[in-house]
C-alpha cells in the first residue's frame, strides 16, 4: 500500500511540475518578446485564437513618428478598410508608393526593430488594443495616432491616447505612428 501511496505522490508532482513549464513559455501583456512589447493577446472570441498556441500583437518599444501625414501626398482610396492591419498596411504602400519613412504606413513598414522585418500600421480595432493596455506597454505620447484604416479618399482613422476619442480626420494632418506586428 505504501509504494502505490508513494508511486502516485510522485506522478502527482510530475505532473505538477510539467504544467509549470508549460506556463513559463507564456507571455503577458507587457513582456519585452519578439523585438517588441507584448500588446495584446487573443482571446476565444478573437479570430485565430488557438487554445494551444498564443497570438496577438506585439508593440514597438516607441514611436516611430511622432507627427506624419497619412499619405504620400496622393488623394487615393487605397481600400484599407479591413480590421487587418498588415493586409491595410501592404494596400496602402503598394497604392502610394514604396515603402518609405514620409508617409505613416511606409514609416511602420520600413521599421526593422528587433530584426523582424513584419511591422505594420495597426488598423483601427488593433489601435484601440494599444489603448486599452497603453500603460502596459507604454511609451505613449497623449497626441492622436494614425491607423491603417481608411475612411475614403480624403480620411482615415485616428485614436487620441489622452482620452481614447476616435474619428477621422484628414490625411495630410501629422499624427503619431506606433508600428505593430504580430505573433
Known amino acids: 500500500m505504501k509504494k502505490i501511496i508513494y508511486i502516485t505522490f510522485i506522478f502527482v508532482l510530475t505532473s505538477c511540475s510539467k504544467k509549470t513549464d508549460l506556463t513559463k513559455n507564456r507571455v503577458e501583456i507587457g513582456d519585452k518578446f519578439g523585438g517588441g512589447i507584448v500588446a495584446y493577446i487573443l482571446t476565444r472570441s478573437d479570430v485565430g485564437y488557438d487554445v494551444n498556441v498564443q497570438h496577438g500583437l ?3 518599444t516607441a514611436d516611430q513618428s511622432k507627427g506624419i501625414y497619412w499619405f504620400n501626398l496622393e488623394y487615393i482610396n487605397t481600400g484599407a478598410k479591413s480590421g ?3 493586409i491595410n498596411s501592404n494596400l496602402i504602400v503598394t497604392k502610394q508608393g514604396p515603402t518609405a519613412t514620409n508617409y505613416a504606413a511606409g ?8 530584426g523582424f522585418t513584419d511591422w505594420y500600421l495597426p488598423s483601427i480595432n488593433e489601435l484601440s488594443k494599444l489603448y486599452f493596455y497603453k500603460n502596459d506597454i507604454g511609451g505613449f505620447g497623449t497626441g492622436a495616432y494614425w491607423s491603417s484604416s481608411e475612411y475614403d479618399d480624403f480620411y482615415a482613422w485616428y485614436i487620441t491616447f489622452y482620452d481614447g476619442s476616435q474619428g477621422s480626420f484628414y490625411k495630410y494632418y501629422s499624427m503619431n505612428v506606433r508600428a505593430v506586428r504580430a505573433f
Do not use: L, V, W
Request: proline share 0%; no cysteine; aromatic share 14%.
Open 84 to 86: 487587418n492591419g498588415f
Open 107 to 114: 514609416i511602420a513598414r520600413a521599421y526593422t526593430g528587433g
Open 58 to 60: 506585439i508593440a514597438a
